[in-house]
């Protein structure tokens, strides 16, 4: 796991757009999946930014998106359907018929599960998924406990989960109990994976799932299993790291690393 250390929260967005960016530039027709959440808003004005000012192309692209709340309509003030079109798709030139976001309020949840699995496997897999990381450590909406084979399904919500997203809405009560998440083996079976976090509060998950041990209980973790992931935080989400030295220098010294791996 490649780990970049950023100074604040506008960096890490510009880092990892630029990141995205370069992997859309790559491969017009890149299948790329993505987060909801506080985390990546910054990120999706770098990657609008790019669009308008430098005519960055999505209309090739499919994009998946990770998660939705269980019971929410599509266009549902706090759906995440609606938060993708707000923060990214409505402000590039994104084909709708390429945006796959779980359908919250389904009449057959397990049979929808099914089908979303098949049009990722359809589309060729994901190329590049992007994470944020809950306070309990989850990806997606893989709770503490989740199986690290587990595929697009419906998930509870652990407490911590439910309180940490009820700024979102008027009444804690207002929050979903259960979500339609893809699966910590969906998203290991991502080509490459970009995972990005801010602030003081995340600092204590990231230092667990980068540095501890592999273990479901902090699911964030399983992506030590994999070959290709990028870590992008800003200072503060750092700031428990033991070897943040060493990350440091492998960023500053990258041109060398590269030429040792022959990349
Ligand atoms: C949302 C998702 C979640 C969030 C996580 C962090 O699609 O997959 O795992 O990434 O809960 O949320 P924020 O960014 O609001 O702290």
Redesign the pocket.
């Known amino acids: 796991m490649e780990v970049i250390i950023t100074k604040n929260y506008e960096e890490m967005s510009r880092v990892s757009a630029e990141l995205i960016a370069r992997e859309i530039k790559r491969k017009h027709d890149l299948v790329l999946g993505?987060?909801?959440?506080?985390?990546?808003v910054g990120t999706y004005k770098g990657l609008v930014r790019l669009h308008k000012e430098e005519g960055l192309d999505f209309s090739k692209l499919t994009v998946f998106?990770?998660?939705e709340y269980v019971g929410l309509a599509p266009l549902h003030e706090n759906s995440?359907n609606r938060f993708m079109w707000e923060n990214l798709f409505s402000h590039v030139n994104i084909t709708p018929e390429n945006v796959y976001v779980p359908q919250g309020n389904t009449d057959d949840p397990e049979e929808f599960c099914r089908w979303y699995e098949a049009q990722i496997r359809d589309a060729g897999g994901i190329d590049l998924q992007i994470?944020?990381?809950?306070?309990d450590g989850?990806?997606?909406?893989?709770e503490p406990g989740s199986s690290f084979a587990s595929r697009t399904r419906i998930k509870a919500l652990d407490k911590q989960?439910i309180e940490?997203?009820s700024r979102f809405f008027k009444k804690i009560e207002d929050v979903p109990r259960f979500a339609i998440?893809m699966g910590i083996g969906t998203i290991l079976e991502a080509r490459s994976i970009i995972l990005i976090?801010n602030?003081k509060k995340?600092a204590n998950v990231c230092v667990q799932f980068i540095e501890g041990p592999v273990t479901s209980q902090v699911t964030a973790s399983a992506l030590q299993l994999h070959t290709h992931v990028t870590i992008v935080l800003d200072d503060e989400a750092s700031s428990q790291l033991k070897r943040k030295e060493y990350y440091n220098w492998v960023r500053d010294n990258k041109h060398i690393v590269a030429k040792k791996i022959g990349r």
């Open positions: 993505l987060a909801t959440g506080d985390t990546p998106n990770l998660d995440y994470l944020g990381i809950g306070g989850h990806i997606a909406f893989n989960t940490d997203n998440t976090a602030g995340k």
